[in-house]
């Protein structure tokens, strides 16, 4: 068992014990709730987050320095967290794959690569939409100000 599993399983467990004594939360909060628990599983089972957390900070940082508008900043949040969910859906169709590998038939790997395929398709479209628009906007700055 991969030590993935391993704290995959104890947020389960850790999950399951908090949400028996919080039985009387309505369902918006019991899902908010959820949510936060796959955040947490995903932060703590998954490196890479750490990365795009890193990166979505300096990517925030740069845009407010830079003084983007309104439609540039919806772009921009648009492509992190298009970026975001990908590799959150990547991880989880992994960790499904990875769990019950003994229950698909062999070729299912010909589907993990599908999935990475679409995956990083999706993360080179988010990342060339943040170039472009950072980089017309460094662009606009130093033709102003040369």
Known sequence: MSTNQKLL????????NSSDSSSERSSWRKRLAETER????????????FFY????????SVAFVLGLSGLEWAVLILAITAAL??????FSIHQILEEAGEHFPQN????????????????AGSALTIVILLGSKCFELYRLNF
Do not use: D
């Not at 957390?53 to 925030?60: A, R």
């Not at 969910?85 to 990547?90: G, Y």
């Not at 999935?115 to 398709?121: D, G, I, K, S, V």
């Open 53 to 60: 957390f890193f990166t979505t900070c300096v990517l925030l």
């Open 108 to 123: 299912i790997s010909q589907l993990l690569k599908m999935t990475r395929a679409a995956f990083m398709l999706l993360l």
């Open 85 to 90: 969910c990908s590799e959150v859906l990547h």
């Open 9 to 16: 399983e104890q947020i389960e467990t850790s999950s399951r």
């Open 38 to 49: 796959g955040f947490t599983a995903c932060f703590r089972a998954n490196s890479s987050m």
